[in-house]
């Protein structure tokens, strides 16, 4: 059986680390855990165009403040254009998103106060765009109803003309705007997308979230490519057999679409002060560490500790990077449910661990909601580091950081229960 030494926590392996192994034990085990330094920094912004879900809302955490999330997209013409008529009525314009199945929020469903405004800039479906420009936009909101809350519903489908459509938020658009389009109808403006482009550039949706309660609002999921999400036209033609029917135009968002979403974080809103001083303080071990998705924070952990490994006669069997979720866990607000490492370059590119070689399986990160904690298998890497390959530092971030809301906050090395800790174990040779 083999014999199993326990070393003390947090220290420089001493450099006889592994003589006490029993000697007629071909399969000794030493396992060590090692000195940790973490901190919580601003994460960048990411490229959010062309993604495959949008975001639209806001919410108040307690310990992050607020996010708040808006989404841009232009629209095309779905149909050969429609001739010019007298006796053509503008009923109303509807600006339809579907809401993305299952993964419909994160947060609550409270109603909110969505604005709508329309873009003064052309966008190109070959740019890319970041979550941190805000479009140029021109003249007022452009809801028919402006400043009142409607609560989303994304589980209910509504019936319109006699059709059960797909859940979606529906926002009426002003008459002067579905007059407006009415009036092109006939003309250039309707000819071709490119001539649409120039008529109706598209739309910046966002919220008003002033008045927000802690724990009120959240982020709404979106598919912009669901043959649901686009801007239709009701109308009347009274020149028509039959005057009274109320028809339709639709003008789809689609993959020739450029859309993307647009984030801000109000840190200071946050009534726990805890993100605000380990963001102004990154020297000191954390007891905390803060991750939040679409560009909100990251965690830097750096393990010096493991280049005391260099050349003792040891073999790196597994290194186990344990982390534990901290403090109560709103039901809105479930952790990540993964967590993804890497370390960078000499260039300070972002690269991927040599642990991926396995496969995303292979280095986990996936929350263990049961123990409240995720887990890495972080191998490779540290063996690097011992080697002196690698840069002992790593980051880590949420997976799916631009489509998803989630947040977490861990217990960092100097945390007083449960602390952060990286566990190697070794075989001697």
């Not at 232009?74 to 993305?100: E, H, K, T, Y």
């Not at 980051?395 to 809301?405: D, F, H, P, R, V």
Request: charged share 20%; hydrophobic share 40%.
């Amino acid at each position: 059986m083999a014999f199993v030494l326990f070393l003390g926590a947090c220290r420089k392996p001493d450099a006889d680390l592994g003589n006490d192994l029993l000697p007629e034990d071909p399969l000794g085990l030493v396992i060590d855990t090692v000195a940790l330094h973490a901190h919580t920094r601003v994460d960048t912004n990411f490229r959010s165009n062309s993604l495959s879900r949008q975001l639209l809302g806001s919410f108040l955490d307690p310990r992050f403040g607020v996010t708040r999330a808006g989404l841009v997209t232009q629209m095309r013409i779905g149909a050969a254009n429609i001739g010019a008529s007298s006796g053509v009525v503008a009923d109303s314009i509807v600006l339809a998103l579907a809401f993305d199945g299952a993964n419909y929020a994160y947060g609550n469903l409270d109603p909110q106060v969505f604005r709508v405004h329309e873009l003064d800039e052309r966008l190109y479906i070959d740019s890319t765009y970041r979550s941190n420009r805000v479009p140029a936009t021109t003249g007022a909101d452009l809801l028919a109803v402006r400043g009142g809350r409607v609560k989303p519903e994304p589980f209910k489908k509504p019936f319109i003309l006699g059709d059960s459509l797909a859940p979606q938020l529906r926002l009426r658009l002003s008459d002067d705007l579905a007059q407006r389009f009415r009036n092109a109808f006939g003309t250039d403006s309707l000819a071709s997308n490119d001539l649409f482009q120039d008529f109706f550039k598209g739309v910046y949706v966002t919220v008003d979230d002033a008045g927000q309660a802690p724990y009120q609002g959240g982020l709404l999921y979106f598919n912009l490519l669901s043959s649901s999400s686009r801007l239709v036209l009701y109308y009347r033609d009274l020149n028509s057999s039959d005057p009274s029917l109320t028809r339709t135009v639709d003008f789809p968002i689609n993959s020739n679409c450029a859309r993307y979403c647009v984030v801000e974080h109000d840190r200071s809103q946050a009534i726990d002060d805890g993100l605000i001083a380990a963001l102004t303080d990154t020297t000191v071990t954390a007891e905390a560490v803060y991750i939040q998705s679409l560009a909100g924070t990251r965690m830097v952990l750096r393990m010096p500790g493991l280049e005391a490994y260099r050349g003792l006669p040891l073999v790196l069997a597994k290194a186990e990077l344990v982390a534990r979720v901290d403090g109560p866990i709103y039901p809105y607000h479930q952790p990540p449910g993964q967590l993804i490492l890497f370390r960078r370059n000499d260039q300070s590119q972002e690269v991927f661990l040599p642990d991926l070689v396995g496969g995303i399986g292979a280095l986990d990160g996936n929350y263990r909601q049961d123990a409240r904690e995720y887990r890495f298998n972080i191998t490779r890497f540290a063996l690097g580091v011992i080697n002196g390959t690698f840069e002992p530092e790593l980051e880590a971030l949420a997976a799916s950081n631009g489509i998803t809301g989630n947040r977490t906050v861990l217990h960092g090395p100097a945390a007083q229960a449960d602390a952060m800790r990286l566990r190697l174990t070794f075989t001697s040779y």
